[in-house]
Nanobody, 127 residues
Framework: QLQLVESGGGLVQPGGSLRLSCAAS????????IGWFRQAPGKEREGISC????????ISTDSMKGRFTISRDNTKNTVYLQMTDLKPEDTAVYHC????????????????????WGQGTQVTVSS
């Protein structure tokens, strides 16, 4: 079974930083394109960023560019999401998932392509 486990969330003040981890259990993550998503209370799940097998990165929205950075360390079988300058509107449950859609050299954080969702990690930005 392809299982992903997120960690690294928590309570942080506005302007703070967090690094989230997405670890694979029982399989090699480097064979997959990986996406990060988030879901705030009462809102739909939205794509944040994704990374292809070769390291090509796509970021979903302009508001996240320069603040959120995805990376992968295949030696640790883990994908990361570094978040800086966090804002209260970034409060959400953050999930990672595998792109199970048709092959592409790059990636797209379109949630319909993704499966094997992790349970998520809560990020709360508040003073």
């Amino acid at each position: 079974q392809l299982q992903l486990v997120e960690s690294g969330g928590g309570l942080v003040q506005p302007g703070g930083s967090l690094r989230l981890s997405c670890a694979a259990s029982g399989f090699n993550l480097d064979y997959y394109r990986i996406g990060w998503f988030r879901q705030a209370p009462g809102k739909e799940r939205e794509g944040i960023s994704c990374i292809s097998r070769s390291g090509i990165i796509t970021i979903s929205t302009d508001s996240m560019k320069g603040r959120f950075t995805i990376s992968r360390d295949n030696t640790k079988n883990t994908v990361y999401l570094q978040m800086t300058d966090l804002k209260p509107e970034d409060t959400a449950v953050y999930h990672c998932a595998l792109d199970r859609g048709p092959y592409m050299d790059f990636c797209t954080p379109a949630k319909g392509r993704y499966a094997n969702w992790g349970q998520g990690t809560q990020v709360t930005v508040s003073s």
